[in-house]
Protein backbone atom coordinates (compact mmCIF):
# COMPACT_ATOMS: atom_id res chain seq x y z
CA UNK A 1 0.00 0.00 0.00
CA UNK A 2 2.96 2.34 1.25
CA UNK A 3 4.47 1.88 -2.48
CA UNK A 4 1.17 2.29 -4.44
CA UNK A 5 0.29 5.49 -2.46
CA UNK A 6 4.35 6.88 -3.25
CA UNK A 7 3.05 6.20 -6.78
CA UNK A 8 0.39 7.97 -7.09
CA UNK A 9 -2.28 4.22 -7.75
CA UNK A 10 -5.69 4.67 -7.03
CA UNK A 11 -7.11 2.87 -4.62
CA UNK A 12 -9.82 0.16 -4.72
CA UNK A 13 -12.87 0.99 -3.36
CA UNK A 14 -15.02 -1.56 -4.08
CA UNK A 15 -13.61 -4.17 -2.02
CA UNK A 16 -10.08 -4.83 -0.25
CA UNK A 17 -10.16 -8.71 -1.76
CA UNK A 18 -10.14 -11.56 0.90
CA UNK A 19 -13.81 -11.74 1.37
CA UNK A 20 -14.85 -8.00 2.44
CA UNK A 21 -17.67 -8.39 0.87
CA UNK A 22 -18.74 -9.81 4.00
CA UNK A 23 -18.27 -7.35 5.87
CA UNK A 24 -20.22 -5.51 4.00
CA UNK A 25 -23.48 -7.26 3.86
CA UNK A 26 -25.12 -5.43 6.30
CA UNK A 27 -24.52 -1.90 4.07
CA UNK A 28 -26.11 -0.79 0.61
CA UNK A 29 -22.87 -0.13 -1.53
CA UNK A 30 -24.17 3.44 -1.76
CA UNK A 31 -23.70 4.21 2.12
CA UNK A 32 -19.82 2.41 1.84
CA UNK A 33 -18.70 4.80 -0.74
CA UNK A 34 -20.45 7.84 0.99
CA UNK A 35 -19.08 6.67 4.36
CA UNK A 36 -15.96 6.08 2.58
CA UNK A 37 -15.65 9.30 1.56
CA UNK A 38 -14.54 10.64 4.54
CA UNK A 39 -11.41 8.76 4.75
CA UNK A 40 -10.19 9.63 0.87
CA UNK A 41 -7.37 9.37 0.66
CA UNK A 42 -6.47 6.98 3.43
CA UNK A 43 -9.22 4.41 2.52
CA UNK A 44 -6.92 1.56 1.95
CA UNK A 45 -5.15 2.25 4.72
CA UNK A 46 -8.64 2.01 6.98
CA UNK A 47 -9.14 -1.32 5.29
CA UNK A 48 -6.01 -2.83 6.58
CA UNK A 49 -6.15 -1.37 9.66
CA UNK A 50 -9.95 -2.66 10.11
CA UNK A 51 -9.22 -6.23 8.96
CA UNK A 52 -6.10 -6.13 11.36
CA UNK A 53 -8.21 -5.53 13.90
CA UNK A 54 -11.00 -8.58 13.15
CA UNK A 55 -8.13 -10.32 12.67
CA UNK A 56 -6.75 -9.75 15.91
CA UNK A 57 -9.85 -9.71 18.01
CA UNK A 58 -11.72 -12.97 16.62
CA UNK A 59 -8.98 -15.61 15.64
CA UNK A 60 -6.56 -14.46 18.61
CA UNK A 61 -3.92 -13.84 15.56
CA UNK A 62 -1.18 -11.35 15.95
CA UNK A 63 -1.90 -8.98 13.01
CA UNK A 64 1.52 -8.30 12.13
CA UNK A 65 2.99 -11.87 12.09
CA UNK A 66 0.53 -12.19 9.21
CA UNK A 67 2.35 -10.93 5.66
CA UNK A 68 0.54 -9.03 2.56
Do not use: C, F, H, Q
Amino acid sequence: LVAERAGGGSENTESAGGGSGDAEAELTRAEIRETAEAWRPYRSYATMYLWWRYVDETLSVDPKSLTL
